[in-house]
């Protein structure tokens, strides 16, 4: 079956850490780009970051560059996110999606189903 | 930065009706241009990328047109399973995603 699954996500105090990751299957992982995006509760869809299938290219959102790094394992198919000096307004559903080719900003055809990052003291 | 607005922000319909949502950019992202039909609780699911290609298993009553700065996501005939919320979403930069536009039944 082709699918994403995301973990990692919890509660954490502001200016903590965390890091996600995302499990791939059904598909060859390291054909394509991969992406985290992420939803606010009750809000819309962000971006957060994208990262190429050789991890030679890497973008990040504003909003999140400079405290979160992309990474990537071909080996394990999975696709990480660390979150370094977490703030409240990074509260969200952080989704795992992958993009239809190997890099380039794109849409997204496939997500995870999320894992949720809560941030408070 | 590339700005998506979608509207209008919330659409009243009833089953059988022809209903339409419009994403403008603010610069032309010529057909870079994706959309997105989200229920609640669940992850987004993709329906139309570069503007008017049906991704494959959507429905064809689902269609999309437009180039530049100003988009149309057409849903020809609305059915109970379409009622839930859809972004734009433009690719040519910013992977920036419109504020949604919830489908509610009227």
């Known amino acids: 079956e082709v699918q994403l699954v995301e973990s990692g996500g919890g509660l954490v105090q502001p200016g903590r850490s965390l890091r996600l990751s995302c499990a791939a299957s059904?598909?060859?992982?390291?054909?394509?780009?991969m992406n985290w995006v992420r939803q606010a509760p009750g809000k819309g869809l962000e971006w957060v970051s994208g990262?190429?299938?050789?991890?030679?290219?890497?973008h990040y959102a504003d909003s999140v560059e400079g405290r979160f790094t992309i990474s990537r394992d071909n080996a394990k198919n999975s696709l990480y996110l660390q979150m370094n000096n977490l703030s409240i307004e990074d509260t969200a559903l952080y989704y795992c999606?992958?993009?239809?080719?190997?890099?380039?900003?794109?849409?997204?055809?496939?997500w995870g189903q999320g894992t949720l990052v809560t941030v408070s003291s | 930065d590339i700005q998506m607005t979608q509207s209008p922000s919330t659409l009243s319909a009833s089953v059988g009706d022809r209903v339409s949502i419009t994403c403008r950019a603010s610069?032309?992202?010529?057909?870079?241009l994706a959309w997105y039909q989200q229920k609640p609780e669940k992850a987004p699911k993709l329906l139309i990328y570069?503007?008017?290609s049906l991704e494959s298993g959507v429905p064809s009553r689902f269609s999309g047109s437009g180039f530049g700065t100003e988009f149309t996501l057409t849903i020809s005939s609305l059915q109970p399973d379409d009622f839930a919320t859809y972004y734009c979403?433009?690719?040519?930069?910013?992977?920036?995603f419109g504020q949604g536009t919830k489908v509610e039944i009227k």
């Open positions: 059904g598909f060859t992982f390291d054909d394509y780009a």
């Open positions: 979403q433009e690719y040519a930069s910013d992977r920036t």
């Open positions: 990262i190429s299938w050789n991890s030679g290219g890497i």
């Open positions: 610069q032309s992202i010529s057909g870079w």
């Open positions: 999606a992958k993009g239809p080719a190997n890099w380039g900003p794109h849409f997204f055809d496939l």
């Open positions: 570069k503007a008017s």
